[in-house]
T-cell receptor, first 108, second 115 residues
Framework: RKEVEQDPGPFNVPEGATVAFNCTYSNSASQSFFWYRQDCRKEPKLLMSVYSSGNEDGRFTAQLNRASQYISLLIRDSKLSDSATYLCVVNSAGKSTFGDGTTLTVKP | NAGVTQTPKFRILKIGQSMTLQCTQDMNHNYMYWYRQDPGMGLKLIYYSVGAGITDKGEVPNGYNVSRSTTEDFPLRLELAAPSQTSVYFC??????????????FGPGTRLTVT
């Protein structure tokens, strides 16, 4: 079993749709959680950290469930520019493990 | 701030050649990382460093070496290049334990082809 597993995708949604990604992790000692965005042939960029109480940044909402060991990312009112691969990242003792990513395509 | 810079951007190597991928960060981050990303796949950790003089293996260290003589620089050395090392290599840095922050900032990557 992989340490970090994400929805296989791809997700193809129309503009304006709401889409949710889930990610599960196996190390219960994990301390920090993040969502990154990666555009084609580019480096990953931090989208948002994920806090225990849940957090929101504009159209993006991240949730953490430590008991069930999963994190989620909700994107509301999808834009064409949201098309990218979204990477779930789990950090334990300074070492980060990346999920394989879920590809989102937002269509007009 | 330039952030994390990597050189070269592209490189083609012949089998058996060696090269060093350069990585420099100007954010005074303690932690630095090297990843590789094969086409359509996720990132795999090659090596990481929690500070100058300290390095440790990641998930896929075979065929690579690193050193960390300064806070800013974290070069990755490929010895005896093999076709299996064809990949995109990303360097990243973060504050780490001292800053209590582990979000990573990535360089633009080096696209390496071994033929």
């Amino acid at each position: 079993r992989k340490e970090v597993e994400q929805d296989p995708g791809p997700f193809n949604v129309p503009e304006g749709a709401t889409v949710a990604f889930n990610c599960t992790y196996s190390n219960s000692a994990s301390q920090s959680f993040f969502w990154y965005r990666q555009d084609c042939r580019k480096e990953p960029k931090l989208l948002m950290s994920v806090y225990s109480s849940g957090n929101e940044d504009g159209r993006f909402t991240a949730q953490l469930n430590r008991a069930s060991q999963y994190i989620s990312l909700l994107i509301r009112d999808s834009k064409l520019s949201d098309s990218a691969t979204y990477l779930c990242v789990v950090n334990s003792a300074g070492k980060s493990t990346f999920g394989d990513g879920t590809t989102l395509t937002v269509k007009p | 701030n330039a952030g994390v810079t990597q050189t070269p951007k592209f490189r083609i190597l012949k089998i058996g050649q060696s090269m060093t991928l350069q990585c420099t960060q100007d954010m005074n981050h303690n932690y630095m990382y090297w990843y590789r990303q094969d086409p359509g796949m996720g990132l795999k950790l090659i090596y990481y460093s929690v500070g100058a003089g300290i390095t440790d293996k990641g998930e896929v260290p075979n065929g690579y070496n690193v050193s960390r003589s300064t806070t800013e620089d974290f070069p990755l050395r490929l010895e005896l290049a093999a076709p299996s090392q064809t990949s995109v290599y990303f360097c990243a840095s973060s504050w780490g334990l001292a800053g209590g922050r582990y979000e990573q900032y990535f360089g633009p990557g080096t696209r390496l082809t071994v033929t």
